[in-house]
């Protein structure tokens, strides 16, 4: 009898261990308490206050996969999302287990910089699931190399899985700035490339006919100041179920400065384009229409003119790389930017990590776009930061916030927790 009760009890504290490894892992959590992130947005700020909803909160639950950055998960028709990435490696086996990152680890497959005379390197990734916990991250081989030059690296943008076929962007940054002392790295924006296209969920590729010395917009630095530097797609839903006229659209950032920092996560201005996704369409620069202001009735106006596009947003100095989703919940596109603020170094020491992340609501994506919250200081350093609408809630109200951070040091302990240089999952609401 006693020896039953023992095994029993074993049997018993055993089930609770595993019910609870997940909660464990050093990448996954639930914290007990909700926060909430102080507000300190900056004085002189010229977007107005969301009217609507005033406050964040955060559950404390979040996830971590990956050893690598650059996520902008794209949920195709077959269910899963499909993402690229870069500078980094997916670990082999227990892929939802997070390790500090090593440059000198084996696994090390995917760096987008020119080194040492070999191409840049760009990857992606499956995403399967449905639980932001409960994740499944799938490497898809080969990663695909393409010579950034005359720059010095060729990092993912825009992209987009649509009926089956995937559009993967890319662009350019150098270090060939008027000053490297902003303190977040490849202070130089290049352009813009263009896309590549596979049609077997990026198995295979066909190369984009453009090239970083001929761009898809012509943008050229040494010209003018980058304006479509870093575009992303303006998350729909599922293969793109809520585009309102079947356009895909895509913001970036940019500036009209040739003084301002302009880069991979500073800039200016926000603006935003269009187009038909198609095999035809996404390497042609006459099917885009960019946007040019609004006209005395208050309408959009599209123009297939480069020259006359206008900025959707503008704050100098505050502004960087921006996505941007729509909330069919909540029946509002939800803007992310996150904007690099310069880091004052004393040897190999960062003295001030800071990268600052702002959410905006709107109606219509042509605005008014409005603020809902700024979080200075957040990750401290968080980028790339999403909101993939396959996590969205049926009420609009709870979604998860993607991000990688703290690039400078990988040992960093995060603010909010949960905060690494992976694909950093945390779920949120709004109030």
Request: net charge negative.
């Amino acid at each position: 009898m006693k020896r039953n009760i023992y095994l029993l009890v074993v049997g018993i504290l055993i089930s609770l261990i595993q019910l609870n490894a997940q909660d464990l892992r050093p990448g996954f959590c639930n914290l007990k308490d909700p926060f909430k992130w102080a507000d300190n947005t900056p004085e002189g700020c010229p977007i107005p206050r969301s009217q609507e909803y005033s406050e964040i909160v955060f559950s404390g639950r979040y996830a971590n996969y990956t050893n690598a950055d650059t996520w902008y998960p794209s949920w195709a028709e077959d269910d899963c999302m499909y993402s690229p990435w870069t500078d980094g490696y997916l670990l082999r086996g227990n892929e939802s287990t997070y390790v500090p990152f090593d440059w000198q680890h084996p696994d090390y497959p995917c760096n987008s910089l020119d080194f040492m005379g070999r191409k840049a390197a760009t990857a992606q990734a499956k995403i399967i699931g449905n639980d932001p916990m409960n994740l499944t991250i799938e490497n898809i081989e080969p990663r695909v190399e393409g010579s950034p030059a005359p720059y010095g690296g060729r990092y993912p943008a825009g992209s987009l899985v649509y009926n089956g076929i995937w559009y993967y962007g890319t662009y350019c940054l150098t270090n060939n700035a008027k000053s490297n002392c902003n303190g977040v790295g490849w202070p130089g924006f290049g352009p813009f490339v263009g896309f590549r296209i596979s049609k077997d969920y990026g198995k295979t590729w066909e190369e984009s006919p453009c090239t970083p010395e001929n761009p898809i917009f012509g943008e050229n630095p040494d010209i003018a100041p980058i304006k479509i530097g870093a575009p992303h797609f303006v998350d729909f839903g599922k293969n793109m179920q809520y585009s309102p006229d079947g356009y895909a659209y895509m913001t970036a950032h940019g500036s009209t400065d040739p003084d301002a920092w302009n880069n991979w996560i500073q800039g200016d201005q926000i603006y935003l384009i269009r187009v038909k996704p198609s095999e035809k369409t996404m390497n042609d620069p006459k099917a885009y229409e960019f946007y040019g202001g609004k006209d005395k009735k208050g309408k959009p106006i599209w123009t297939k003119d480069f020259k006359k596009i206008k900025p959707l947003l503008e704050w100098p100095g505050y502004l960087g790389c921006v996505t941007a989703t729509y909330n069919p919940g909540l029946k509002k596109y939800l803007m992310c930017i996150s904007r690099g603020h310069r880091n004052f170094m004393w040897k190999q020491y960062y003295l001030d990590n800071r990268y600052d992340t702002m959410i905006l609501e709107a109606d219509e994506l042509d605005g008014e776009w409005r603020l809902l919250k700024y979080m200075d200081r957040f990750g401290p350093v968080a980028y790339f930061v999403n909101i993939p609408s396959k996590f969205i809630s049926e009420d609009g109200k709870t979604m998860w916030l993607s991000y990688s951070a703290n690039w400078q040091d990988k040992n960093m302990n995060g603010n909010p927790q949960g905060s690494h240089y992976t694909f950093s999952l945390h779920e949120f609401s709004v109030e």
